[in-house]
């Protein structure tokens, strides 16, 4: 048997898709560690075996420990690892991609570099959020208007069903514990949903850092894509959360989320959105191989064989 150093990579063929992964399992106050391809966790209670395979995004909450055999078979297995806690969401690690194709990136980067592409996507976007309203005229002001409008009105009702009052968003950074019950319950939701969506961001093999909405951070396409997700389960789940008890209210809402998430068979839901997004068009599942297929750029959008001197093709 050979050990964990000499071991070969998984490929993505051998790794279970995101869509049928576990959304996220978050631990506290706990020494992670690995055994053949399976991390611990290990606390007072004793060992807990978890597959790391099936992994989609792991949460690391206040006194967790990890040791780098942990890390190592947590990133070939293409798990995220975030460390939350009091502080908000720090997204520390990614896990590799579950696809050898570069289709998607490339697609992503095509409609990001251009500003009329980008702006359908953004369009596009708002549609996903808000069906039933037509937004291919609106302008990039217009989209922010209407969906800061939108969101707003959101957290209106449910604080009505809720039975709750609300006075807005509030939420200072590194200050959990300032904000009311109701906004530590969202802060608690949207640290989920932005774990879920980095790691499927990162497992389809896309730039998390080319946004069509957001801009100017390496998290820019990640916030798109939890914004997708925002008004239909971390906001409702937050405030009925909320609702019931202000006890325990960051692991009450994580586990809330995490039940609402496979409910509606989110992780699935998520991979076929960005699919959708950055390449409507495709016949062939761009994310679906792990297959090695490396190719040079020639000229005129041309691709040629790699592997091979093309000097001999030109005469010097």
């Not at 570099?113 to 980008?118: D, E, G, L, S, Y």
């Not at 009311?180 to 093999?205: E, P």
């Given at each position: ?11 993505p ?9 576990v959304s996220?399992?978050?631990?506290e ?9 399976a991390?611990?966790a290990?606390?007072a209670?004793?060992?807990?075996h978890i597959?790391?395979?099936?992994i989609?995004t792991?949460?690391?909450?206040p006194?967790t ?9 947590l990133?070939?297995s293409g ?6 806690g009091?502080?908000?969401v ?10 050898r ?22 369009r ?9 309203e037509?937004?291919s005229?609106?302008s ?16 209106r ?9 609300w006075n ?11 904000g ?21 961001v990162?497992?389809l ?16 396409f990640v ?11 971390a ?6 959360i ?7 209210i960051?692991s009450r ?9 496979n409910?509606i068979?989110?992780?699935q ?8 997004l950055?390449?409507p068009?495709a016949h ?13 750029q ?13 000097a001999e093709?030109?005469?010097?």
């Amino acid at each position: 048997m050979s050990t964990v150093g000499k071991r070969p990579a998984s490929t993505p063929r051998e790794l279970t898709r995101m869509s049928d992964r576990v959304s996220f399992l978050y631990l506290e106050r706990c020494l992670l560690h690995r055994e053949d391809n399976a991390i611990t966790a290990e606390d007072a209670d004793g060992v807990t075996h978890i597959p790391s395979a099936t992994i989609g995004t792991l949460l690391l909450g206040p006194g967790t420990r990890v040791t780098h055999q942990a890390m190592s078979v947590l990133g070939d297995s293409g798990a995220g690892v975030v460390w939350v806690g009091e502080q908000g969401v720090r997204f520390y690690s990614g896990g590799r991609s579950l696809t050898r194709s570069a289709a998607l990136v490339e697609a992503q980067a095509r409609l990001w570099a251009n500003q009329r592409t980008r702006l359908d996507v953004a369009r596009a976007m708002y549609r996903m959020r808000f069906p039933g309203e037509d937004p291919s005229r609106f302008s990039r002001h217009e989209l922010l208007g209407r969906e800061g409008r939108r969101v707003k009105a959101s957290y209106r009702e449910q604080a009505a069903l809720a039975g709750l009052t609300w006075n807005g968003r509030r939420y200072v950074p590194g200050d959990f514990d300032g904000g009311d019950t109701v906004n530590q319950a969202v802060t608690a939701a949207a640290q989920c949903m932005y774990g879920i969506a980095q790691t499927t961001v990162a497992a389809l093999g896309c730039a998390p850092g080319l946004g069509f909405i957001h801009s100017g951070h390496e998290l820019a396409f990640v916030l798109d894509i939890a914004d997708l997700y925002k008004t239909e389960v971390a906001i409702p789940v937050a405030f009925e959360i909320a609702a019931q008890s202000p006890d325990d209210i960051g692991s009450r809402t994580r586990r809330a989320v995490r039940d609402r998430v496979n409910e509606i068979n989110l992780l699935q839901r998520c991979v076929n959105d960005i699919k959708q997004l950055l390449a409507p068009d495709a016949h062939d599942d761009p994310a679906d191989t792990d297959t090695d297929q490396v190719t040079l750029q020639s000229d005129y959008g041309m691709d040629v064989e790699s592997g091979r001197n093309y000097a001999e093709d030109f005469d010097w």
